[in-house]
């Protein structure tokens, strides 16, 4: 888990992504991958990298568009703890 | 899991995934993912993005960059059923 991370908070900002990546974390979906129990620091680096271009996905590079580094980490945290 | 993925062969050819990913799939770093249980969809996907250049990552670039597409659906197939 990344120190920085709330996993409460990042509970609530999950709101949004549990369309795609399931309640829990399991993606609803062969080609989206599931997030529970994944590396805080991994799943932070992947969404920066959404928000700032250096990845780039028709659906996550505007997901990721408005995300702060502190909603970023709450979000990794809450994903890691599953 | 893929259907077109061998689950034996994918797990031959995971011998040079294992140093980062773990051979059991769960990754030695907090910065790289696990792979374990991941959809096999995606995991073909991300490798397929490596090896064609539309996703970038200093190792994952050259790790992919000699794969089939039949050894992508092996190891997306071994790494799904862990």
Redesign the interface.
């Known amino acids: 888990m990344?120190p920085a991370g709330d996993v409460a908070a990042g509970q609530t900002k999950a709101m949004a992504c549990a369309a795609c990546h399931g309640a829990s974390g399991i993606?609803a979906?062969?080609?989206?991958?599931?997030l529970a129990?994944?590396?805080?620091?991994?799943l932070a680096?992947q969404l920066k990298a959404f928000r700032d271009g250096?990845?780039?996905d028709p659906v996550m590079s505007s997901m990721a568009k408005t995300l702060s580094d502190q909603d970023i980490d709450d979000l990794a945290a809450y994903y890691a703890s599953l």
């Open positions: 990344d993606s979906s062969d080609m989206w991958p599931n129990g994944q590396k805080a620091g991994y680096k250096t990845r780039t």
